[in-house]
């Protein structure tokens, strides 16, 4: 199912911090059901790059533009709006604040390194989970409430659970809290910033066996932050590989982690621990 | 040795503050449920014992108005006491504790039972305006989701009170939807009192003097409040009458009357209960007499 336009279009992005950049001509093209890997050492842009994609941070130079399917049917904006709106593949920076926060309500998961930072702490997980459903004009208790359950379930959070705060469980079970909660009202692009990096090696596996296998049954294009190339080799399609803010290698993850062509790749593929 | 005399300017404000506070209530009245920022000022009582509720009255009230001062439903406490006497001093208003004679009644947590008509304006005292601050304690975001009329946050709480408790638990300073729009905080009235509020033909006026907010809902306009499709607001009840004047359908509060814990409901209104004891006992000499 190959679409004639992909869902994310970037070309020659860059954000600056003050009088620098802080990342700086990137271009990529995204396509539903991909998996992306940005890949680097720390202050090389990695994440400054996903909040410039998901809108956090401002686009100072170059476009981003992404195919909205959904925001052409929705009930804001007149008919000027709406004719904007159909067309197949919209540029972002046009976009009202309104706009882009019905993106992130409606189209666009963002999972946080640090929990913490994505869940309200003292609330229930279930009220976590049902929080973007709510926002969604949910209005009716025993639904949200089965929906919140069903992707706990999917998630392995145990049911009796569902009425604890996230600040009682454990770290990994925060992480997969967090992603039901980007995932509950369908997103169709999700970010992932370090989703992984804050728990230990064998909770790591497990979920990224489960992120591995929610993309692959929803079909959804996922842009992932990461310092670990383990991760990327393991979730990712494609692969950008970014140095000093820009994008120094780009290709199938396969390929550049097998074939690095970039002296620092193949630096930070050889720096890889063999067991 | 003589006492300086003090002048105070009409309702103790000075003209320019009361003109930034009607400034502010017109802005709120055009708004329905907006809160309106205003510079809140000093006023002889410190801030929390409603201050805001004062500076409104005070912006409202003139020599021919005739004031009552609520506080939980009486009108005889320390505060309702001396708010009378200090308006009564500063404005030359006469007083009273008649819900149906006042035109302007300030209140503390209550609604008063008798239905309030054109002409009367009910002004709140209001602690903290903000429906969504313990859920949000950032003011730059939550007028951002005021803005954007994003108040799935406000449903969190309520889905929170459902999976704790089975019901909504929340029964005082119960979120409401202006007109359609605007969620507010009505100020901690009972849950009892929400539907009063709805299209009532009074204007009610909030304020809120240590947060320095003021917002309205003018005469008749729709007052709503949250709840689920399947789980919707519920006003409290109670299933007792007032052991004092016998009403029922009014909301009671609880007083103790001995060491033992033993206690007794009756009306927190007391104009209300009143009014109902001194009705009924002519009701029963009029019936022995005839």
């Known amino acids: 199912m190959k679409n004639e336009t992909p869902l994310l279009s970037v070309t020659g992005a860059g954000h600056r911090y003050g009088d620098r950049f802080g990342c700086r001509d990137v271009s990529f093209d995204l396509w539903p059901g991909e998996v992306l890997a940005v890949v680097g050492e720390s202050g090389s842009g990695k994440s400054t790059l996903l909040g410039m994609l998901s809108q956090r941070l401002t686009l100072d130079e170059g476009t981003i533009r992404y195919r909205t399917a959904r925001l052409s049917d929705a009930d804001l904006g007149g008919a000027g709006e709406d004719e904007r709106m159909a067309e197949d593949l919209l540029d972002l920076s046009t ?4 706009e882009v926060r019905r993106l992130w309500r409606t189209d666009w998961g963002f999972v946080h390194q640090n929990a913490a930072d994505g869940l309200r702490m003292h609330v229930s997980a279930g009220g976590n989970v049902g929080e973007p459903l709510m926002a969604n004009g949910w209005r009716h208790y025993g639904k949200i409430r089965a929906e919140a359950e069903e992707w706990l379930r999917r998630v392995e959070i145990p049911a009796d659970r569902i009425d604890e705060a996230p600040a009682t469980y454990s770290g990994g079970m925060r992480q997969r809290v967090q992603i039901a909660r980007n995932l509950v009202f369908g997103p169709r692009l999700v970010f992932m910033d370090e989703p992984t990096s804050s728990l230990d090696v064998s909770v790591q596996a497990r979920l990224l066996d489960l992120i591995r296998s929610l993309v692959a049954e929803l079909g959804l294009a996922v842009v992932v932050v990461t310092h670990d190339l383990a991760v990327a080799r393991l979730i990712s399609h494609r692969t950008l590989v970014m140095k000093d803010g820009v994008v120094i290698e780009s290709g199938l993850t396969d390929r550049v982690l097998d074939d690095p062509q970039a002296a620092y790749t193949q630096l930070l593929v050889s720096s890889i621990l063999q067991g | 040795m003589s006492a300086p005399h003090i002048v105070y300017n009409e309702g103790y404000l000075d003209e320019q503050t009361k003109r930034v506070i009607r400034r502010a209530l017109l802005k709120g009245v055009a ?7 205003f510079a809140s000022r000093e006023v002889p009582m410190p801030r929390g014992w409603g201050t805001g509720g004062v500076q409104v009255t005070a912006a409202v009230i003139g020599a021919s108005d005739t004031l009552k001062v609520i506080d939980q439903g009486a009108d005889d406490t320390t505060n309702a006491v001396s708010i009378r006497a200090f308006f009564e001093k500063v ?16 209140t503390r947590h209550r609604i008063p039972e008798t239905p309030l008509a054109e002409k009367q304006i009910l002004v709140y005292q209001v602690p903290i305006p903000e429906p969504l601050r313990f859920l949000e304690p950032r003011e730059t975001e939550t007028r951002r989701l005021h803005a954007l009329e994003e108040y799935g946050l406000m449903y969190v709480k309520l ?3 459902i999976a704790r408790y089975g019901h909504i638990a929340k029964t005082y ?23 009063k509020m709805h299209q009532s033909p009074a204007l009610q006026l909030f304020g809120a003097g240590r947060e320095k907010r003021i917002y309205v809902i003018p005469p008749f306009t729709d007052v709503e409040s949250l709840g689920f499709e399947d789980f919707p607001f519920e006003p409290q009840r109670f299933d007792q009458p007032c052991e004092i004047c016998g009403s029922v359908g009014v909301y009671l509060d609880e007083v103790i009357i001995d060491d033992r814990g033993n206690a007794m409901f009756v009306c927190s209104d007391t104009d209300h209960c009143e009014r109902t004891a001194t009705a009924s006992v002519r009701d029963e000499t009029t019936e022995v007499s005839a």
């Open chain 1, 95 to 98: 976009l009202s604040e309104r």
């Open chain 2, 31 to 37: 708004i329905p449920g907006f809160q309106v920022p």
């Open chain 2, 91 to 106: 404005a030359g208003a006469r007083s009273t504790t008649r819900t149906d004679e006042a035109t302007i009644i300030q």
């Open chain 2, 159 to 161: 889905y929170e009170d």
């Open chain 2, 173 to 195: 300073d119960y979120p409401v939807l202006v007109n359609g729009r605007y969620v507010m905080a009505p100020s901690p009235i009972p849950s009892f009192d929400n539907p």
